[in-house]
C-alpha cells in the first residue's frame, strides 16, 4: 500500500512541476539551514574521546586567596587551573595510568630552508604522557620516552602541516629543527589530529586547531617563556622575575590523568586531599578543602564549549523551518482541494477518511525527503564556508548521525506543513461534487 501511495505521490508531483519544484525547494533551504547549524552545535556539544572520555580526569584544587571565591557568580567552583608548584607536587603519584601538566606557549622556529624566515609557533608544553593519555595518532615515529621529560632531552613532535612546511612532508624523524635558540630532533610526525572540541585545552578556544610543536614540559624553565593562555593571580606574588613566577601562587596549568577504575579515582581523591592538607600546614591552600576530578565530558559542560552563539543560531535556524513548512500549508491545501472532485468521486466508490488521509499525507513526506535530500546537499556547502570562514580545516562535517538528523527535519517538516491540508481534503463531502460530474 505505502509503495502505492508513493506512486500516486510521485504522479500528483509530476502533473504541477512548477508548484512542485516550489514546494521541495522550500523544504529544502529550510532543511539546508537547520542541518547546518545542528551540526555545528552537535560537533560542539559531542564527546570528542568516547573510547576513554570516562577515563580521562581534568585535575582542579582551591589553592585561591581567603578572601573571595575564585568566582564570584560561582563560588563552589575552585580555580580553572593549578599553580607549577603544584603540578610539580602531584606529578610524583604513581597512581595515574598516564598523567601530564601543559601549557601553550609561543616560540620562534627556525627554518633551515632556503628564502624560509624565523616564525612564531605556538607549542604544547607538555610531558610524555601526553599522546597515550589523549591518543594522539602519529603518521611517522611516535613521542617521546618518560627519560626525555627529566633531562629534558632536546626532542620535538610536530603536526603534518609543520612537517610540510619545514620538511615538505615525508618522514622526516631525525631531522632537526631549531627552535629558539636550540636544535631539537624529530621523533615523531602527528597525523590529522582535530578533537572537536578542543577538549583538552578549552581555556584559550574549544575550536582552535591543535599545536605545531610538542616539546618536553621543563624546555620551558630554559627558554623562560610564560604561558599563551589564562594566566590569574590573586595575590601578587609573581614578583619582576621568572624565579619568583615559578614559585607563585599563579595558575596557568592544565592537569589531566587517566584513572582506569574505580580503585585509582578514590586512591589519587584520597592523594589530592592529603597534598592539600600538607600544604595546608605550610600556609597554603586557606579556603577549605575542593578538589575535583572532572571527566571529560563533566570537564566539557563547566566550561560551556558550546558557544552561545552555536546555540543561538541552532534555535533561530529550527524556527526558520518552522517558517518555511507553515508556509506551504496554503499552497498544499490550494493544491489539495483543486483535486476535491477527484476526491468525492473516490470517496464515493468506498475509499474511506482514513485512506484519502494517508495518501495525501504520504505525498507531503514524499515532498519533505525530495527537499530534505537536496537540503542535505545544500548544507555540505554551507558547512564548508563555515569552514572557510572559522578557518578551521573541516571540522563541521555530516556523519550518518547528522545525515539521519537533515532527513528527520524534513520529515518533521512535511507533517507540520501536510497534516491540515491533508485533513481538511478527507473532510469532502462527496455528494457535493458527485452533482457536478
Same mark, same amino acid.
Given at each position: ?18 508548484? #512542485? ?20 552545535? @552537535? ?29 564570584? #557568580? ?36 627556525? !627554518? ?32 617521546? &620516552? ?69 616539546? !618536553? ?17 590573586? +595575590? ?11 614559585? #607563585? ?45 572532572? +571527566?571529560?565530558? @563533566? ?55 482514513? #485512506? ?15 527537499? &530534505?535530500?537536496?537540503?542535505? &546537499? ?60
Amino acid at each position: 500500500m505505502l509503495a502505492y501511495q508513493i506512486r500516486i505521490a510521485w504522479l500528483s508531483l509530476k502533473r504541477n512541476p512548477v508548484l #512542485s519544484t516550489l514546494l521541495v525547494a522550500a523544504i529544502a533551504l529550510g532543511v539546508a539551514v537547520s542541518t547546518a547549524f545542528v551540526t555545528v552545535h @552537535h560537533v560542539y556539544s559531542g564527546d570528542p574521546i568516547p573510547a576513554k572520555s570516562d577515563r580521562l580526569y581534568y585535575v582542579e584544587m582551591d589553592s585561591w586567596g581567603p578572601d573571595r571565591p575564585y568566582s564570584q #557568580s560561582r563560588p563552589e567552583i575552585p580555580p580553572e587551573q593549578i599553580t607549577y608548584r603544584d603540578m610539580q607536587g602531584i606529578m610524583r603519584s604513581d597512581i595515574p595510568t598516564h598523567q601530564s601538566g601543559m601549557f601553550v606557549a609561543a616560540l620562534t622556529v627556525h !627554518p633551515d630552508g632556503e628564502g624560509q624566515r624565523p616564525y612564531r609557533e605556538r607549542a604544547r608544553m607538555c610531558f610524555s604522557d601526553f599522546f597515550p593519555l589523549f591518543e594522539v595518532p602519529f603518521e611517522f615515529g611516535g613521542g617521546w &620516552g618518560r627519560d626525555a621529560d627529566q633531562g629534558p632531552e632536546p626532542v620535538v613532535v610536530i603536526d603534518a602541516a609543520t612537517n610540510r612546511k619545514l620538511f615538505g612532508g615525508g618522514d622526516s624523524v631525525g631531522r632537526t629543527i631549531r627552535i629558539e635558540d636550540r636544535l631539537f630532533t624529530v621523533v615523531g610526525v602527528l597525523a590529522r589530529w582535530r578533537p572537536s572540541p578542543r577538549f583538552y585545552d578549552p581555556h584559550t578556544g574549544a575550536d582552535q586547531v591543535p599545536e605545531g610543536i610538542y616539546l !618536553p614540559f621543563e624546555f620551558f624553565r630554559l627558554f623562560e617563556v610564560y604561558t599563551e593562555g589564562n594566566l590569574l593571580i590573586w +595575590d601578587g606574588s609573581a614578583g619582576t622575575g621568572f624565579s619568583e613566577f615559578l614559585t #607563585s601562587e599563579a595558575v596557568w596549568i592544565q592537569m589531566w590523568v587517566q584513572l582506569d577504575t574505580a580503585e585509582q579515582r578514590r586512591a589519587y581523591s584520597d592523594f589530592l586531599a592529603a597534598y592539600v592538607m600538607e600544604q595546608k600546614r605550610l600556609g597554603r591552600f586557606a579556603r577549605p578543602l575542593n578538589n575535583r576530578l572532572l +571527566d571529560v565530558m @563533566h570537564f566539557l559542560e563547566t566550561r560551556r564549549v558550546v558557544p552561545e552563539e552555536a546555540t543561538g543560531m541552532l534555535v533561530i535556524s529550527l524556527l526558520f523551518l518552522l517558517v518555511c513548512s507553515v508556509n506551504l500549508i496554503g499552497i498544499l491545501l490550494g493544491k489539495f482541494l483543486a483535486r476535491a472532485p477527484e476526491v468525492g468521486v473516490r470517496r464515493a466508490l468506498g475509499a474511506s477518511r482514513a #485512506s484519502v488521509f494517508a495518501q495525501h499525507l504520504v505525498e507531503c513526506e514524499f515532498v519533505g525527503v525530495l527537499g &530534505g535530500v537536496f537540503g542535505l &546537499g545544500l548544507s555540505v556547502v554551507a558547512l564548508r564556508l563555515i569552514n572557510r570562514l572559522l578557518d578551521n580545516s573541516g571540522q563541521f562535517g555530516l556523519d550518518l548521525t547528522m545525515v539521519g538528523a537533515g532527513i528527520g527535519l524534513a520529515l518533521v517538516a512535511g507533517l507540520v506543513a501536510g497534516v491540515y491540508p491533508a485533513w481538511r481534503i478527507c473532510r469532502v463531502a462527496p455528494a457535493v461534487h458527485l452533482k457536478l460530474q
